[in-house]
């Protein structure tokens, strides 16, 4: 086996979030953790990526320094375990989807290399912004029922950053099944601020369109201008964003997020939620857990 510093798993598109690294990145091999065509280019909705390896083939033939799971899919709880046993540095995007024995795997904040949210972070906490109301966020992963509950994850994750509040209550809709399936949160956070985030398939190109509203103003990143700004009283003002995301920022110890039990539980919760929506048609309240 070669010793490399990292390996990154995930979905095409996930992966293509990091094109620049994925096109010769010294050190670091990307592996897709999807079913497709060996060789050749893999499409996601943020460009192509050339020449990924399957994820079994990878671990197969390289010993990691590192390794982060970008999306999840079946086996990746067996897959991280045997990492951790071999004494690899493992990070994931998201709780793992099922319930193990082994001890719990860090996970790392994705939106720590977002240079767009970053922006935005930054930018809702000017005075002439306000204070945070209203937030809605739309987000189109690859994949069935467990990618897009890690988007929801992310997405919840985010808004409360966004929000500047703890989540307090989540009201999860869906509808569909597998790749076609969406999933619709409407949230209501301790400031009495709401959110409303949409997880929809691929296809509908809607990756990361999001919209802040403030008391003095509001922030929207529109992913057809493809740059985050501010709509004041009379004018739009495009944010400054920085040349690009960095996959150093997910090794960081300050990307770390840490959930308590019950925050976990949650989340498992969330995941059933999500499949009893969609065959009931009917929508789920849950309360999430007090700090």
């Keep these: 086996m070669r010793d490399i510093d990292g390996l990154v798993i995930g979905s095409c598109q996930a992966l293509a979030l990091f094109q620049e690294y994925t096109n010769g990145q010294n050190g670091v091999v990307f592996a897709r953790s999807n079913a497709g065509p060996r060789g050749g280019a893999q499409g996601g909705a943020n460009g192509m990526v050339q020449g990924l390896e399957t994820v079994r083939d990878a671990l197969d033939a390289y010993r990691p320094r590192q390794a982060l799971f970008l999306s999840p899919y079946r086996g990746m709880a067996a897959d991280a375990a045997h990492l951790v046993e071999k004494g690899i540095d493992v990070r994931t995007a998201g709780p793992l989807p099922v319930r193990t024995r082994n001890p719990e795997i860090p996970i790392t904040d994705i939106h720590r290399s977002d240079p767009g949210f970053r922006a935005m972070l ?3 906490r000017h005075a002439d912004f306000g204070e945070p109301v209203y937030l809605r966020l739309i987000s189109s992963p690859e994949g069935g029922k467990w990618p897009k509950w890690w988007c929801v994850f992310q997405s919840c994750r985010k808004a409360a950053a966004l929000l500047d509040s703890p989540m ?3 009201y999860v ?17 301790d400031r009495h601020s709401t959110g409303h985030l949409l997880v929809s398939p691929s296809g509908s190109r809607l990756q990361d369109d999001l919209l802040l509203v403030g008391t003095g103003g509001t922030l929207a990143d529109d992913p ?3 740059q985050p700004g501010m ?13 690009r995301r960095c996959l150093a920022d997910l090794w960081g110890s300050e990307a770390l997020i840490t959930l308590t039990a019950d ?3 949650f989340y498992h919760d969330l995941l059933r ?3 009893d929506s969609s065959r009931s048609r009917s929508g789920i309240c849950l309360e999430y857990p007090a700090a």
Excluded: C, F, Q, W
């Design 122 to 124: 930054e930018t809702s």
């Design 168 to 170: 307090r209550r989540v």
């Design 173 to 189: 809709a869906a509808t569909g099944s597998a790749r076609s399936l969406h999933v619709s949160i409407t949230l209501k956070t």
């Design 224 to 226: 057809l201008l493809n």
């Design 231 to 243: 709509y004041g009283k009379s004018d739009y003002r495009m944010l400054t964003r920085p040349p």
């Design 263 to 265: 925050e976990r539980r």
């Design 273 to 275: 939620a999500i499949g």
